[in-house]
């Protein structure tokens, strides 16, 4: 028999007595209690309860009841009327959800209805390796005359201290758990916010993630472009477990990358052909490594190639391409090259900051010898954080040299230090070069084979007299162009 039953007989004995001695039996129940506040308390599994107490006049004590199906049934007693706490040392709470209703209980026997009902949290997880989560879920912490404010969720990974993950508002009841890592073990319990700065917690349940390892870093080395060709080069995380990947383009105006191959390896680094692709446009490149389900689990960093444009104006050549996007380390330093007839050679240097470039065709047509002006941008990737240094080379891009000839009609030999020579002007340097200049009878004055020969007036060491004298001009061009010209020159002498 329990202490309460025990206590009622007594109490009912008592008003036996009473009412045989004439006086009136007290049958009226106390005013019940308010239930505020109720917790599990993880570390031992004793659920806490506190409530106000019942304004009735004749409390004896309260009595502490499970509350299921709308019905309450006594877990115990307390006689005594100050108690506004309880602590159940025989809760479950840890393994299922329970919820707690009192009543006031007086000196006659009287018990008061129930009170409001409040819950504990119940929480449950389950990983989802699929989308790299934990979920947890929870019952509602209901029935409180508190204001609920939110629910702060808190996580330990592999034994280590409790830390804060998120929160959520008072409607939400679940949380993703994202970036969860293989063969890590999260324990993980919710905090119910109150106003007054009270806080029911929940259990605390504990998972271990069996998954893949998927890469925590991916580097997209290089695009580069390799005899018409963008290439491309790929480092993974070693540690990584993942063995199936995506490579993905987009142009550089789209705004969705499409998938281009989908490849298996276990290696940390391959390389890659784009053969598809047309080297006269931009795209950028990122490598998606997948899990089991097929699911994206890392990105790499973008990748471009980078485009060249030359334009022949105003004897300039004006280069211009996209600064290469994007190295973890930034750019270190930017090459062009140049090809004027005798293959490829390094030309200058370039900052890292430029993407345009101005050459007067002056600086450089005595240094064509072929067909075509033809070049390169080519870049270094700083050190950056995984080590690594990629190298990219841009598209070709060529410009026809300018194969003119300028010859002057007049020219003044008399050593005043202006125009005291004669010769035609190229813009090139001919494979070969014959110049002749004669008087009118075409008695040869001047001959060269050497377009840096100047005639300075003069036949045979003596100054010729002014007047018109015949020139002809016969010349072949790097790109192979046969060039012949003839006109007059006047010879005008102060002396």
């Known amino acids: 028999m329990t202490s309460l039953f025990k206590k009622i007989i007594i109490l009912l004995l008592v008003s036996s007595v009473t009412h045989s001695a004439g006086a009136q039996a007290d049958i009226n129940p106390p005013v019940p209690p308010v239930l505020i506040y109720l917790t599990l308390h993880p570390e031992t599994g004793y659920t806490e309860l506190k409530w106000t107490k019942s304004p009735s006049p004749d409390v004896a004590g309260y009595v502490i009841y499970y509350f299921i199906n709308n019905e309450g049934f006594a877990i115990d007693t307390l006689f005594n009327p100050d108690a506004t706490s309880y602590f159940n040392t025989g809760s479950a709470a840890r393994f299922r959800e329970e919820k707690y209703v009192i009543a006031a209980l007086d000196s006659s026997g009287n018990v008061s209805p129930l009170s409001n009902p409040l819950n504990t949290i119940y929480l449950t997880v389950s990983a989802d390796t699929c989308l790299g989560i934990i979920r947890a879920d929870w019952n509602h912490y209901a029935g409180s005359p508190v204001n609920l404010i939110g629910y702060t969720i808190i996580v330990s990974e592999n034994n280590g201290s409790f830390y804060e993950k998120g929160t959520v508002n008072p409607g939400k009841n679940s949380f993703s758990i994202e970036n969860i890592e293989p063969g890590v073990s999260y324990c993980t319990t919710v905090r119910a916010l109150l106003e007054g700065g009270l806080i029911s917690s929940s259990n605390v349940t504990c998972l271990t993630v069996n998954m893949l390892r998927s890469p925590s870093w991916i580097n997209a080395d290089y695009a580069t472009v390799e005899d018409g060709i963008i290439k491309l080069s790929f480092t993974i995380d070693p540690l990584s477990e993942s063995t199936k990947y995506n490579i993905e383009r987009k142009a550089a105006a789209d705004p969705v990358y499409r998938v281009i191959k989908t490849l298996t390896t276990s290696s940390n680094s391959f390389s890659y052909s784009d053969t598809e692709a047309d080297v006269k446009n931009r795209y950028l490149y990122r490598l998606a490594s997948l899990n089991n389900c097929g699911n994206v689990t890392r990105y790499s960093n973008p990748a471009s190639n980078i485009l060249a444009d030359l334009v022949y104006e105003d004897n300039k050549l004006k280069l211009k391409w996209n600064k290469y996007y994007r190295w973890t380390g930034g750019i270190s330093e930017q090459t062009l090259y140049a090809d004027f007839g005798n293959g490829f050679a390094e030309f200058m240097s370039v900052s890292p900051a430029d993407s345009v470039l101005e050459i007067p065709y002056t600086d450089i047509m005595y240094s064509i010898a072929g067909k075509n002006l033809c070049f390169y941008i080519s870049a270094r990737e700083a050190p950056g954080q995984t080590g690594l240094q990629g190298f990219s080379k ?102």
């Open 394 to 495: 841009s598209n070709i891009v060529c410009a026809e040299p300018d194969e003119k000839i300028f010859v002057p009609n007049t020219f003044t030999p008399d050593n005043d230090g202006r125009n005291d020579f004669f010769s035609p002007v190229l813009s090139f340097s001919p494979v070969s070069y014959k110049l002749l200049i004669t008087d009118r009878r075409n008695n040869i004055i001047f001959e060269s084979s050497n377009p840096g020969d100047q005639w300075d007036g003069k036949n045979k060491g003596r100054h010729v007299p002014n007047g018109v004298y015949l020139w002809y001009l016969s010349a072949k061009t790097p790109s192979g162009r046969e060039i012949r010209k003839s006109g007059t020159i006047s010879v005008i002498r102060s002396f």
